[in-house]
């Protein structure tokens, strides 16, 4: 009988572990993009859409690689980056959250592919992962001045939320994860 690795049981198969990273980097490659370039009022506040692949991961994949995506997204993108202070354990595990929440309810709540799943896993994933865990994180370092990021998380959750169902609709994207 042939020994099977910890990611095949993790993952399923070679193709699912690949397009977890390249989703892992994705999201990597945005957050630090958005770091440098759309970051305001020395980093409490920043427009990203580094959550769009985990999202993208909970939703498809499940809940558990949508967690493991979320967890690396963060961890490598604040290793990347030229940050100083030491990591935020909270606002790792709100991206965490974010793909673990999006799995949940998309595997569990909403199992119908379509439009509903993708706008009621994804609002739920940024209300629990972004809008409370991370601000709750960032709190710690902030202050009340932190509560802005909740508007400003309702205006990118919505952006996101709207592109994943942009992508749902072209059959090549649908197949891509129908496979797998």
Not at 19 to 39: P, Y
Not at 50 to 69: D, K, M, Q, S, T
Not at 116 to 138: E, F, N, P, R, V
Request: net charge positive.
């Amino acid at each position: 009988m042939a020994k099977t690795s910890r990611s095949s049981v993790i993952f399923g198969s070679i193709a699912r572990l690949v397009l977890s990273a390249m989703l892992v980097a994705m999201s990597v490659v945005i957050g630090i993009f958005c770091k440098n370039f759309m970051n305001f009022a020395g980093g409490l506040f920043r427009i990203t859409f580094e959550n769009l692949p985990i999202l993208l991961a909970g939703i498809y994949l499940g809940p558990v690689i949508g967690g493991l995506v979320g967890l690396a997204s963060d961890l490598v993108s604040y290793f990347m980056s030229s940050q100083i202070y030491p990591p935020n354990l909270v606002v790792t595990i709100g991206a965490c959250a974010v793909g673990v929440i999006s799995g949940v309810m998309a595997k569990y709540v909403i199992k119908q592919r379509g439009s509903k799943q993708i706008i009621i896993s994804s609002a739920s994933a940024h209300i629990i992962g972004s809008m409370i865990i991370k601000t709750w994180g960032l709190y710690t370092i902030y202050g009340t001045a932190v509560l802005v990021r909740i508007p400003l998380y309702i205006v990118i959750a919505t952006v996101e939320i709207t592109l994943i169902c942009l992508l749902w609709h072209k059959q090549s994207f649908r197949r891509l994860f129908e496979k797998l």
